[in-house]
């Protein structure tokens, strides 16, 4: 596998996927906007930024150093090839094939000492994986910064309301104080000065326990963070391995290597030794929390301010050619989808092999934004299978931030969304086939109405051959785009594409002016149907009316951010449906748009969506032509790839990061 990240970006460079930028870009908001216009296009590449010196001249962007001496990495992994290239694989799911023949393999009954001895090979294998503790120094310490000061990074500030510069790919390390057991982990940290930063560290992360142990015990509590190396540290970070499980065995396992571990400068901790930029130092449990934020996160939305542990900087150590890497995250897709998008095709056959054997696939869409909507296939055998596989998903590790989760079986591919969609609305009966819960959410989630805490929703979407489900075909919902609106002026779009091709689900765009307007109007429009005496739709989605409802993709991403399914979904009556129509047939609304205090009397504020400022938009604009002359970039500087902000900011609300009511 890879040596460095050195190597790897060789590698990407000799398979035509990095393109290197010559020309002074800021990373001060700049840089986020040339990665943000790049991971959208049709020009995909990951971009190495070779200048982030800040030419003589008057600084911008509120007192940030004059320049960096390291060139920086991103997008690294921002496409299913290079996270094939990453993973060292020709296809995401090799991995997990993997995994199930080892499975298979350790598992296998061994009735003689014949077979015992053929386990030798695969447990030899094993143990080659363990990271190894290397004598004296490691590469990522041949140079050791005098002036320990992190300002000197090319730290970048990425959205227009962050809360500063945030270092967004650190591979934090942390201790348990009793076990003795490391864990590693992504979490972003903001910059507050040469030797301060925040850890951002939700409270369900092994790093948060770590530091209640340490806070229990009154001790200081060591950490150690690493920039750059073989990128599989970025990816074996992220994974949502069990607590005890050494990120650095699963490493090993993924490149067929050892790790090799040195021990830091001034922490009692080790890092991989060919990190490129290793940062140590130390958190204090008896000191008061800083607050850390707002940040635009992966959601699509900022993350608001809040309160975290400081980090004390006591060393900086790095490579002497070292290369800083980041990451941008925000409205999808992004890098982060594609990462996500691996650890969805690894960690399928675990939980098929551990939890779930009637599992068939799984999938996470890009617009749900990991754990807002899942889709599983199952092979279903009994009644009741669809809410077996649901409870055990709820109660799984990091599935337990799970909002939407859909059940599908037979021979729906879930990678194809009309399939699915054809199996929701011709299996789901909505006055049978939902089922809701609540439970821990991420804390990201800005539409619980308590903080990490919420609605949960179930779509039975399996064949029922014991009961009739009624068709989604066949004419239900027979209704022109122009009716709804001029019966109810506040429906500023409808979109019925999906229920002409017989998926009985309608998308409203609605301009919310009251108390339980969309309740309200929810009920109205079901029984506009039933006058009518045509069936109604079974699903009536609704998202703000700032909302192009023609994009489907942007619809189930505001949807799945925005709905709490236990206070956000409506059952229609059939209490107003003619008896010439058969029983079973009613709807169900589900309500996408923003919650607030005076509407709804939700009593947490709202955050903003993400968009780059008009200012940066412009200044990229203006350089844009120079910045790409190598390949395998050259030409794409000819024409203007536009800014994907430019949509979004006709979505944007009043205010800066926290949204005006």
């Known amino acids: 596998m890879y040596k460095s990240q050195q190597h790897f970006i060789d590698e990407l460079e000799k398979a035509g996927e990095l393109i290197r930028i010559k020309e002074f870009v800021d990373p001060h908001l700049e840089i986020a906007e040339v990665v943000d216009r790049i991971s959208k296009s049709g020009h995909n590449k ?90 004296g120094r490691g590469e990522c310490q041949e140079i050791v910064m005098g002036d320990t000061d992190i300002t000197k990074l090319p730290v970048m500030k990425c959205w227009p309301h962050d809360g500063g510069k945030f270092l967004t790919l650190p591979i934090i390390h942390t201790v348990d104080p009793n076990s003795g057991i490391r864990n590693v982990g992504l979490y972003r940290m903001q910059v507050f000065g040469p030797k301060l930063t925040a850890l951002h560290w939700h409270k369900h992360k092994v790093s948060a326990g770590h530091f209640n142990e340490y806070k229990k015990l009154g001790k200081r509590m060591p950490v150690a963070v690493a920039l750059g190396g073989d990128p599989l540290y970025v990816f074996s970070a992220a994974c949502p391995l069990p607590p005890n499980m050494d990120e650095y065995l699963f490493t090993g396992f993924l490149r067929k290597k050892k790790v090799e571990l040195v021990k830091c400068l001034t ?17 204090d449990p008896n000191e008061e929390f800083i607050l850390e934020g707002p940040f635009g996160d992966h959601t699509g939305y900022y993350s608001l301010a809040d309160y975290y542990p400081k980090f004390h900087i006591t060393c900086i150590t790095h490579k002497k050619n070292a290369i800083y ?80 989760l859909v059940v599908v079986d037979g021979d729906v591919k879930i990678h194809n969304y009309a399939e699915v969609a054809h199996a929701i609305s011709d299996n789901v009966d909505p006055a049978n086939d939902i089922y809701f819960s609540q439970g821990p959410m991420d804390v990201l989630d800005h539409a619980c109405s308590k903080f990490a805490f919420g609605g949960k929703m179930c779509l039975d979407a399996t064949q029922k051959p014991d009961r009739s489900v009624s068709p989604s075909g066949g004419g239900r919902g027979r209704i022109l785009e122009a009716d709804l609106p001029n019966q109810f002026p506040e429906i500023s779009g409808v979109n019925n594409y999906l229920m002409q091709l017989g998926i009985s689900v309608l998308f409203i765009s609605v301009e919310k002016n009251r108390k339980n307007h969309i309740k309200e109007l929810n009920e109205k429009i079901f029984s506009s149907f039933h006058s009518s005496g045509h069936p109604p739709p079974k699903f009536v989605i609704y998202v703000e009316h700032t909302v192009d409802v023609a994009d489907i993709k942007d ?34 609304g589900l309500d996408g748009t923003r919650k607030t205090k005076k509407h709804d009397d939700f009593n947490r504020p709202w955050p903003n969506i993400i968009c780059a400022d008009e200012a940066t938009i412009k200044s990229v604009d203006e350089k844009w032509s120079r910045l790409f002359m190598s390949p395998p970039g050259r030409g794409l500087g000819e024409v203007l790839v536009s800014s994907p902000s430019l949509k979004y900011r006709k979505m944007l609300y009043k205010g800066g990061a926290v949204a005006e009511e």
């Open 555 to 588: 619809v189930m991403w505001r949807f799945a951010n925005n709905f709490d399914p236990k206070r956000d979904s409506f059952p229609s009556s059939i209490s107003h449906a003619p008896s010439s129509l058969p029983t079973g047939q009613a709807g169900i």
């Open 46 to 135: 990951a971009l190495l930024f070779e200048n982030t010196a800040r030419p003589a001249g008057p600084p911008s962007g509120g007192g940030r150093a004059p320049g960096y001496s390291f060139p920086l990495l991103i997008n690294a992994m921002g496409s299913e090839k290079r996270m094939c290239m990453a993973l060292g694989v020709n296809d995401l799911d090799d991995v997990g094939k993997e995994i199930e023949s080892i499975f298979h393999n350790l598992s296998a009954p061994k009735n003689s000492l014949i077979d015992k001895l053929k386990m030798l090979p695969e447990l030899g294998k094993i143990s080659s994986w363990m990271p190894k503790m290397k004598k």
């Open 267 to 283: 922490q009692d901790m080790y890092v991989p030794a060919d990190a490129d930029i290793i940062i140590e130092g130390y958190v």
């Open 325 to 404: 890497p980041a990451t941008i995250v925000g409205i999808p897709p992004q890098e982060d989808a594609w990462i996500g998008k691996a650890i969805e095709r690894i960690f399928l056959t675990p939980i098929k092999m551990t939890i779930l054997p009637e599992i068939q696939d799984m999938h996470m869409p890009v617009e749900g934004v990991f754990h807002n909507l899942v889709i599983v296939k199952i092979k279903n055998e009994y009644e009741g299978h669809a809410q077996k596989v649901m409870n055990a998903m709820w109660g799984a590790g990091q599935m337990m931030f799970n909002k939407i």
